[in-house]
């Protein structure tokens, strides 16, 4: 019973440490200057009565609902293509008995280890040749060079998890093997589906790099460089809005992505393994 409880405390724990950033962001989200800028006041909580003007200040006098809006647009087009492109080459992978099979699965899941600081250079000649820039179809376009190779790694696990004879019994009863992926191996990986669509949003939301170097036009701009220049102006910092714009996005991502945290795991650790 005591390491039992002891368990349980120390998860509690863990748990109010990681919460924390996001306590201290959305505490100071609602401060008044005075007491944010004071250092002997506490940062946990309010010790001059909190107000919403930061909060109304973000929605009304910055474009960041147009930021949320392209995000939103970018990433579910690239969840689109990640998706179209991933499978079929992770359904090949899993599927074709070949001795090259394996080595290539783990040559494409290298390909996003590349750091985007190596390639932003090389893929903004790639935007303008393709008169891109400024605009979010650069972003769509670039941005599944990253989600696609972690994603083949993923599905890898989840196909390989699934019998042949689920799909050759398919063919045997009249389908194709298109059919047969469509009607019999595809709702079985669907949480593998899930796990990619979720990873594929949270990785386009939280991109930096790639969409500073793309896009300077305000209305096309996203999220993660939106913010930061709407509410960094030369030495101005508008901190609680910052920090009422960080709890507005990342909340709802991370409750998102520790959600399907387990799927994430599953496809690592089965992808690994050649079976």
């Known amino acids: 019973m005591a390491a039992r409880c002891g368990v349980y405390g120390a998860a509690v724990l863990a748990a109010l440490v990681c919460a924390l950033p996001f306590l201290w962001s959305l505490v100071s989200a609602f401060k008044q200057n005075q007491d944010l800028y004071n250092p002997e006041s506490n940062p946990f909580s309010f010790n001059k009565p909190a107000t919403p003007d930061h909060v109304t200040f973000l929605f009304t006098d910055t474009p960041f609902l147009t930021f949320v809006a392209n ?5 579910a087009l690239v969840v689109v293509i990640t998706l179209l492109l991933a499978l079929p080459a992770a359904y090949s992978l899993a599927r074709l008995d070949r001795p090259w099979g394996t080595p290539m699965g783990i040559g494409i899941f290298m390909v996003y280890l590349v750091p985007p600081s190596l390639l932003f250079l090389s893929l ?3 935007v303008v040749w393709l008169h891109l820039e400024d605009s979010l179809w650069s972003m769509i376009v670039v941005y599944p060079t990253i989600t696609v190779p972690v994603s083949v790694w993923l599905l890898i696990g989840f196909l390989r998890a699934v019998p042949k004879d689920v799909e050759e019994q398919a063919m045997v009863d009249g389908y194709s093997r298109l059919g047969a992926f469509l009607r019999a191996v595809l709702p079985l990986v669907f949480p593998g589906i899930v796990a990619v669509v979720v990873f594929s949003f949270t990785l386009t939301a939280s ?3 790639y969409a500073l170097a793309f896009v300077s036009a305000s209305p096309q701009m996203v999220v993660s460089t939106g913010v930061p220049t709407q509410l960094v102006r030369g030495d101005v910092f508008f901190w609680q809005s910052l920090q009422a714009a960080t709890v507005i996005t990342a909340v709802p991502i991370a409750f998102l992505f520790n959600l399907f ?4 795991v599953t496809g690592f650790t089965m992808g690994a393994v050649k079976t």
Not at 261 to 264: C, E, G, P, Y
């Open 71 to 75: 995000t939103l647009i970018v990433g």
């Open 124 to 126: 903004t000649r790639v």
């Open 207 to 209: 991109e930096f790099v």
């Open 261 to 264: 945290l387990d799927r994430f």
